[in-house]
């Protein structure tokens, strides 16, 4: 493969971003391989990095609340593709990955052959997936209502699942509690829901085990 990539390794355990960083680096030529360990840094990298080519994303890095990372991740870059490595193995996730908008799946117990050969052939520009998918309608629905919400009311949202009071999430992001209300207002009339333990509830079914 002598075509230049860059791509993003985003996983929160330095062990295995630095043992798949090798690995891309000897199978890949010429590889631009940039890291990030949380959904924080994920999203400040991919602002000011240009034509990124793939992401490897885990789905359990601090911020990233699950699917619900993946989705908001795939609603503000819609061009990009999007490959979940991760640990929770499960046909479940696996279909979830799937459903919401993820070009590929490699779960993290491959050995290193079985992951080349699947980035090779995503890289190639077909979808890896290591077991049978079928569309899953609730699925998509909760995925519509996540991907609904701005950058921002993604933060507050993800900051009550924390337990944050206004005040604090207020301080946290640097505005007034008043655009905090607002941006909560907002989130609940998109997600559909009351309040705030509505809104979390829904917000942890797109979580994984």
């Not at 230049?4 to 390794?9: A, G, M």
């Not at 891309?24 to 400040?44: C, P, R």
Request: aromatic letters at 6%; a negative charge; glycine letters at 4%.
């Amino acid at each position: 493969m002598d075509v230049q990539y860059t791509i993003v390794i985003a996983d929160d355990h330095p062990l295995f971003r630095s043992a798949l960083f090798q690995s891309l680096q000897m199978a890949i030529s010429g590889a631009n391989l940039i890291e990030a360990d949380s959904q924080n840094s994920l999203f400040l990298l991919l602002e000011k990095t240009d034509d990124v080519d793939l992401l490897l994303l885990d789905l359990k890095m601090p911020g990233s609340n699950g699917m619900s990372g993946l989705i908001q991740l795939r609603q503000q870059y819609p061009e990009l593709a999007i490959v979940v490595i991760s640990a929770s193995e499960e046909d479940c996730v696996v279909q979830q990955v799937y459903n919401h908008g993820a070009f590929g799946f490699i779960p993290k117990s491959s050995d290193m052959q079985t992951l080349l050969n699947a980035l090779k052939q995503i890289l190639n520009g077909e979808p890896y997936f290591p077991t049978t998918i079928t569309p899953n309608d609730h699925h998509q629905q909760l995925a519509t209502k996540i991907a609904a919400l701005t950058p921002q009311q993604y933060k507050v949202l993800t900051m009550l699942t924390e337990g944050s009071l206004n005040k604090q999430i207020a301080y946290d992001l640097s505005v007034s509690e008043a655009t905090i209300k607002a941006h909560m207002t907002a989130i609940f009339r998109k997600l559909n829901v009351k309040n705030r333990t509505q809104a979390v509830i829904l917000l942890q079914q797109l979580e994984i085990d």
